[in-house]
């Protein structure tokens, strides 16, 4: 399986039913503040309904260098 087809099977995957993954999702969150120059990127993942279990955080310019890549999609 090539790397597109995996990327194709795990979108589906998401979509259809997040629990079939094997290795789970992780959910991303940001908060840039308009009036500072600070930003707020937290990694983390949902254990159960109400359960997050944060994974890592990261502030100001490595929160903006990784945002950056993320929506970018480089290496």
């Known amino acids: 399986m090539n790397r597109e087809e ?6 589906t995957k998401l979509i259809s ?4 993954l094997v290795n789970g999702a992780l959910t991303i969150g940001f908060d840039i503040t308009k009036e500072q120059d600070h930003c ?4 983390a993942q ?7 279990m944060i994974i890592n955080e990261f502030y100001d310019e490595e929160a ?12």
């Open 46 to 52: 949902y254990r159960g309904k109400n359960e997050i």
């Open 64 to 75: 903006n260098k990784i945002l950056k890549l993320l929506m970018r999609g480089e290496k």
């Open 17 to 20: 039913n997040p629990k079939e």
């Open 6 to 11: 995996l990327k194709n099977k795990i979108i």
């Open 40 to 43: 707020c990127l937290i990694v």
